[in-house]
T-cell receptor, first 113, second 115 residues
């Protein structure tokens, strides 16, 4: 079965640079969630989209922005990167917002040096 | 403030043992309680989930026990195997008044099953 695809899998950036993470949800899933997982931490909700509209926002810094496109893929844009942004970033998708099950991608490991 | 509290932080059992991981929550509006399994460097994988209208759910070797009055739920892994060694996260969710159901995770339990 098709799964959530994330790219790139690994990304190394320097402080103050910009990064773009991409997420391709499971086919026919129109709801996308982004989570950030620091080393040894639990995943923290960042932002979510339903039908290309932002539907909820968590502890996402103002330096980050995201959007969902017409093909339902989503991109997380991160600017002015800081050392503390180093983490695993997961995308999860769901068939619709009324379905609780979320299926996670393999994640993008961002390292800021 | 951790909305979902998970214990223990780590757990070591022998092969064939039954590890038990516990979670507690405060927000009575939560109505969906999943467990995720995560291997190093991988994304969390949905293992099993329960709604508060049932007290127990079993899928294969994994069982969730749910105590609504105590606001607690737990994961039991029967006949544990070394391949079960991973980090386990409990989570909770509800309809958040918008259009999505963000997950609130516990702090995770690192399980090691020794051969």
């Amino acid at each position: 079965a098709a799964g959530v695809i994330q790219s790139p899998r690994h990304l190394i950036k320097e402080k103050r640079e910009t990064a773009t993470l991409k997420c391709y949800p499971i086919p026919r899933h129109d709801t996308v969630y982004w989570y950030q997982q620091g080393p040894g931490q639990d995943p923290q909700f960042l932002i979510s989209f339903y039908e290309k509209m932002q539907s909820d926002k968590g502890s996402i810094p103002d330096r980050f922005s995201a959007q969902q496109f017409s093909d339902y893929h989503s991109e997380l844009n991160m600017s002015s990167l800081e050392l503390g942004d180093s983490a695993l970033y997961f995308c999860a998708s769901s068939p619709d917002p009324n379905t609780y099950e979320q299926y996670f991608g393999p994640g993008t490991r961002l390292t800021v040096t | 403030q951790q909305q979902v509290k998970q214990s223990p932080q780590s757990l070591i059992v022998q092969k064939g043992g039954i590890p038990i991981i516990n979670c507690a929550y405060e927000n009575t509006a939560f109505d969906y309680f999943p467990w995720y399994q995560q291997f190093p460097g991988k994304g969390p994988a949905l293992l099993i989930a329960i709604r508060p209208d049932v007290s127990e759910k079993k899928e294969g070797r994994f069982t969730i026990s749910f105590n609504k009055s105590a606001k607690q739920f737990s994961l039991h892994i029967m006949d544990s195997q070394p391949g079960d060694s991973a980090t386990y996260f409990c989570a909770a969710s509800r309809i958040w008044g918008g259009a999505t159901n963000k997950l609130i995770f516990g702090t995770g339990t690192l399980l090691a099953v020794q051969p």
